[in-house]
């Protein structure tokens, strides 16, 4: 049974920032309890995965739409988490399914919600939404999820529509520091595997040092997957600590935010890359290492989230299906000229990958996923282990 049929979740409120309002239900925490939820508003395509969506630290201080309609029938999975908390600021869905029937399934998607502290509304029309957001971009928003026996009224209509105005630009955010871990980790749990769950690294071929701006545990996992043991560093964390550590390689992990601000990431970069260490980022570890080379960055009208946007590698002509989570994206016709595009998207035309001309570095937008997938790009990490192995041999 659905939600929209049933009838017996309180109300929530969803405001944007241009006016616009959606009434619908609220299905997570109430607003009495931790506060009207204020976010970026965008839209996610994906079918599955939303508990890697809302966990995922790229999402900081964003409200998640799902335009697949019917989210939460496969529940909740202890082990299906990218961080050990919900990131995201709020979820939009259109219907919950009350029956979740998965073998894996430890609770209800709202269950979930309501144990993470986190605002969430569903039975609102997410097409209306998501043509809204495409046509005029992503803008901030907010929900208000009431009490059981609480009404809507103009008053809280008025007070959601003022937090939805008063949310800051995502522009000129740096993010990265705030999800950062706060001190330096090892890790080396391999990916998963059915029946057996995850593996461990024992017999490690590489040391990898990750900057974490808000790392996936997949990431991780899918480095460790390929023989390597993994450092993990603070964001803010000296380019001269790192190379103290004499890893074979660095890696630049996916976050929230804008990177311009990342001052302290982008010398970092540059300072690497720069004394020849085998480099790979992702998401914004790619959008820092284009700022480190002297490229430019640009606020999207229309974000990335999905699992479904295709790109094509400029070397091979190969066309992957990826996972997407940007909301800012490396200005094409900037790149300096000791580096050459690799990759670009076939929705937009967006630039997807690149690489230098002089050093083992390189880089993607999107987010390579071990875990809902698509697996399409995970080349990309077998590349990054060639590039060590070759600097080891010379």
Request: with cysteine; net charge negative.
């Amino acid at each position: 049974m659905l939600l929209s049929l049933q009838g017996t979740f309180p109300p929530a409120i969803l405001a944007l920032a241009d006016g616009t309002v959606f009434i619908g239900n609220s299905i997570g925490a109430a607003s009495a309890d931790v506060g009207i939820t204020v976010g970026e508003v965008v839209f996610n395509t994906s079918i599955v995965g939303y508990q890697e969506i809302l966990t995922d630290p790229s999402y900081c201080q964003q409200i998640v739409t799902l335009t697949y309609p019917h989210i939460g029938n496969y529940g909740v999975s202890v082990e299906d988490i990218e961080a050990d908390k919900i990131h995201a600021a709020g979820l939009i869905i259109k219907d919950l399914p009350l029956l979740a029937s998965n073998f894996r399934s430890a609770e209800t998607l709202s269950q979930y919600l309501v144990r993470e502290r986190t605002v969430a509304i569903a039975n609102i029309d997410t097409r209306k939404l998501t043509r809204l957001l495409r046509e005029k971009g992503s803008q901030n928003g907010a929900i208000m999820g009431l009490a059981p026996g609480q009404a809507v009224t103009q008053s809280l209509i008025d007070e959601t529509l003022a937090a939805a105005k008063a949310a800051p630009s995502m522009a000129g955010l740096d993010l990265a520091k705030v999800v950062s871990t706060k001190s330096t980790y090892e890790w080396t749990e391999t990916e998963w595997e059915l029946g057996k769950g995850y593996g461990r690294l024992d017999a490690p071929q590489f040391h990898v040092v990750a900057y974490d701006y808000g790392v996936k545990k997949n990431i991780l996992r899918m480095l460790a997957q390929r023989g390597c043991k993994v450092t993990v560093v603070p964001a803010q964390t000296p380019a001269a600590d790192v190379l103290a550590m004499k890893p074979d390689g660095v890696f630049l992990s996916n976050g929230p935010g804008d990177p311009e601000p990342c001052d302290y990431a982008i010398n970092a970069t540059r300072t690497i890359v720069d004394s020849g260490m085998p480099t790979f980022g992702i998401c914004l570890g790619h959008q820092i290492m284009a700022l480190a080379a002297g490229a430019k960055t640009f606020k999207m009208a229309n974000s990335h989230h999905g699992a479904n946007h295709p790109v094509k590698d400029l070397d091979s002509g190969r066309v992957s299906i990826t996972s997407q989570n940007h909301g800012f994206a490396v200005e094409m016709d900037s790149l300096p000229a000791h580096l050459r595009a690799t990759h670009v998207s076939l929705f937009d035309g967006t630039l997807q990958g690149l690489a230098h001309k002089d050093k083992p570095a390189f880089c993607f937008q999107g987010h390579p996923e071990a875990s809902p997938g698509p697996h399409d790009i995970a080349y990309l990490f077998d590349r990054f282990t060639d590039a060590m192995r070759a600097a080891k041999k010379a």
